[in-house]
């Protein structure tokens, strides 16, 4: 099986041993890193506000679907990591405004802390793009 990484160049570079999705197989399959509140530079998005945080976080994975063709509709399942429960069920409006039915699967499961004591919510995805629309990322 090919396994093929990405990185598009309008979300945030990766600073470690990671990319910000991979494609498997025949370019169906897209497993996507765990997005955070950063913007293109780098820098937090929302400093102490959940919805700001979830908001840019979700727009975050919609450029990196975006980079290979796909759509947020095409994503199967979501896992939540947040530091405040209570905070991140208050933002489902924002979440709401990302995704009509059916919608994916979610898990959602709250931390100590992220990598930056200033981030809220990292959200991971998978997701399936129909091979008409699939954009292979990198020659």
Do not use: C
Request: hydrophobic content about 45%; overall charge negative; charged content about 20%.
């Amino acid at each position: 099986m090919a396994i093929k990484s990405f990185n598009p160049p309008d979300v945030w570079a990766p600073f470690g041993a990671f990319s910000m999705g991979v494609v498997q197989g025949e370019g169906q399959v897209v497993h996507l890193k765990g997005q955070v509140s950063l913007d293109a530079a780098g820098q937090i998005v929302g400093r102490g506000d959940m919805q700001a945080q979830v908001r840019r976080t979700l727009e975050n994975i919609q450029a990196v679907l975006g980079h290979v063709g796909g759509r947020m509709e095409d994503i199967l399942s979501l896992t939540h990591y947040v530091t405040d429960m209570e905070r991140f069920m208050a933002a489902g409006e924002v979440r709401r405004a990302f995704f009509a039915e059916p919608f994916p699967v979610t898990t959602t499961i709250q931390v100590v802390r992220l990598y930056d004591p200033e981030l809220m919510v990292e959200i991971t995805a998978l997701a399936e793009i129909p091979r008409d629309r699939f954009r292979d990322p990198a020659p």
